[in-house]
């Protein structure tokens, strides 16, 4: 890189408390107010690419679809149709911006649009990376789009508004009188509306470990209030004889004469389900279906090739035909319970049978990543994939950043900016070992097997200046591939590895010449990850560290509910 590059000076701007959401979908954020400041990293490029045999399908035609429709970390998905066009939001707990949100006309084509949660006035996270918002729910009714979401870092349950949701949402309307999550929004047709969740059992007595139960309230839309008591609907699960535990995620419907009542029961590992209850009335009492659960995957050997597991939180949407397809949460894992990619979003029919319940097809056996796809007109439109195996770069030649990139914690400031098809990070004193809103820029790990590289510039001058890429899960569990100057004074590219209180140099070499560019690469390989460099992008790849055992990188080991993240990072004082 030439002498310039030395010697970098980029102007950015301060993040205001009110950043606003631009109508293109491919842009979040406008900055003002420019500031200056010296020793930051440019990012030229950040390429990734996924390739996971199970999608290298040659009997997948137009007709099918690939599971899950959402790969990656995109967990706890609602749906709802507009006309032709059908809208899909997803958790995103302390990332930001918050709630990812899609558009599709086909059900498989899916383009994120924007985010509902844009503002630091909507949401300011500053905790663990699995806090912030759980489980939202999107519904539409009278020309306005809702969103009820629960935000466990802030003040509890909240509803959001847009008449255009690429435009961007109205502030939280705060639900105080609500205590538990995943909360729903359900429209009567007798014009009444009620919101619907997961809370404490009764008078806050526990029968068995994991006892909740589900609530409603009637809610005012003009007032925008609660408007009625608390109501019991079900106590504990299925059948409290069984024991169930965590009963959650509600979504209610109404069907020729019946209130439904679809649930998650089991909680968020290998015992997730989907359960459904019943009522002649708003308030119950509710009959839990024979059959139940009409969806899991518990019961199937664990041994078995190829696996979805951990299925539940289901919602669903009614096609123009009068078909049902549920959307619902799972997982692909490595060696039974490992998976580094999250909980993803998966697409299954809905059947309702003579008798008037609903099931899933296919919904207790051994979930398929091939389907018939829905009865609807293939989108034409050219969009970034979201699922099967794919190449995704970004040459940074917009002004803003993509929809798909994500920071962690609500920034307080703005710490990067894009000219000239550069990206530029200005390294905080804030670091990654700490839970804090360090400099930090990643977007999902989507494929088990799959290869991320970027090239960048950085000429750290003292002892604890690093920047480079990271495969992130949080603070405890990560695998940073950076450049640094050790305490000789020497440039060099290192591996550190976090593991719970662990930090390790796994692997370091010095660099040849003081030329401040560097090209770093991870090779994703299921449960190792290789790590290679190289200065010049026409030189051949140099191994740095092979087999690096990354199931540290995974829900079992690190714990929480996110998936890893691949992301770009600077620090001044990474020690």
Request: aromatic share 14%; hydrophobic share 35%.
């Amino acid at each position: 890189m030439n002498l310039f590059r030395n010697h970098f000076i980029m102007s950015v701007a301060l993040l205001t408390l009110g950043l606003a959401m631009l109508s293109h979908s491919k842009k979040i954020y406008s900055f003002k107010q420019p500031i200056a400041y010296k020793h930051v990293v440019t990012y030229d490029w950040f390429e990734y690419k996924g390739q996971d045999a199970v999608f290298e399908r040659s009997d997948k035609t137009n007709d099918d679809y690939f599971n899950p429709i959402l790969a990656g970390f995109y967990s706890d998905p609602s749906i709802c149709r507009v006309d032709d066009a059908y809208y899909m939001v997803t958790s995103s707990f302390s990332y930001f911006p918050g709630l990812p949100l899609f558009k599709s006309t086909d059900l498989v084509h899916w383009k994120q649009i924007g985010h509902v949660i844009t503002k630091a006035s909507q949401a300011n996270f500053s905790g663990g990376v699995s806090r912030g918002l759980f489980a939202p729910t999107i519904r539409y009714h009278n020309g306005v789009f809702y969103v009820i979401c629960t935000n466990v870092s802030s003040k509890g349950n909240f509803i959001v508004t847009s008449t255009n949701p690429e435009m961007g949402w109205s502030d939280p309307i705060w639900l105080p009188e609500i205590d538990g999550i995943d909360p729903d929004l359900f429209f009567d047709d007798n014009g009444k509306v009620y919101i619907t969740h997961n809370g404490p059992p009764p008078n806050n007595i526990s029968k068995h470990n994991g006892h909740r139960a589900i609530y409603t309230w009637e809610y005012d839309l003009q007032q925008q209030k609660i408007v009625s008591n608390q109501k019991l609907l079900v106590d504990g699960g299925t059948d409290m004889a069984k024991e169930p535990v965590w009963i959650e995620g509600p979504h209610m419907f109404k069907k020729d004469g019946y209130y439904y009542l679809f649930c998650a029961e089991g909680g968020t590992g290998y015992q997730h389900s989907e359960v459904v209850f019943r009522s002649r009335h708003i308030y119950g009492p509710y009959t839990s279906y024979e059959n139940n659960p009409i969806l899991t995957q518990r019961h199937l050997p664990k041994n078995r090739a190829h696996q979805i597991t951990t299925t539940g939180h289901a919602d669903f949407v009614e096609l123009p035909n009068g078909d049902w397809w549920g959307v619902y949460l799972g997982c692909r894992p490595y060696e039974v319970e490992y998976y580094n990619t999250g909980r993803e979003t998966f697409m299954l029919p809905l059947k309702w049978q003579e008798n008037g319940w609903p099931t899933f097809q296919q919904g207790t056996q051994p979930h398929p990543f091939v389907h018939p796809r829905p009865a609807l007109p293939l989108s034409q439109e050219r969009i970034e994939p979201t699922s099967g195996n794919f190449v995704s770069r970004d040459d940074f030649e917009s002004d803003t950043l993509d929809v798909l990139w994500n920071f962690l914690r609500t920034p307080d400031r703005q710490f990067y900016d894009i000219e000239g098809g550069t990206l530029v990070m200005e390294p905080q004193a804030e670091s990654m070992h700490e839970v804090s809103k360090f400099s930090f820029i990643g977007r999902r790990q989507q494929h088990s097997n799959f290869e991320v590289a970027t090239k960048f510039s950085f000429a750290p001058s003292k002892s604890g200046e690093a920047a480079g890429l990271v495969a992130f899960q949080n603070e405890k569990h990560y695998l940073f591939l950076g450049k640094r100057r050790n305490e000789q004074g020497n440039l060099e590219v290192f591996l550190e590895q976090s593991f719970g209180e662990t930090l390790e140099i796994l692997a370091s070499k010095v660099v040849e010449n003081e030329d401040d560019d560097l090209l770093v690469r991870i090779v994703g390989r299921t449960k190792y990850y290789d790590f290679y460099y190289k200065q010049n992008e026409h030189d051949d790849w140099r191994l740095l560290k092979a087999n690096v055992d990354a199931s540290l990188l995974s829900t079992k080991v690190a714990k929480g509910f996110v998936g890893s993240m691949l992301a770009m990072y600077a620090s001044k004082n990474h020690f």
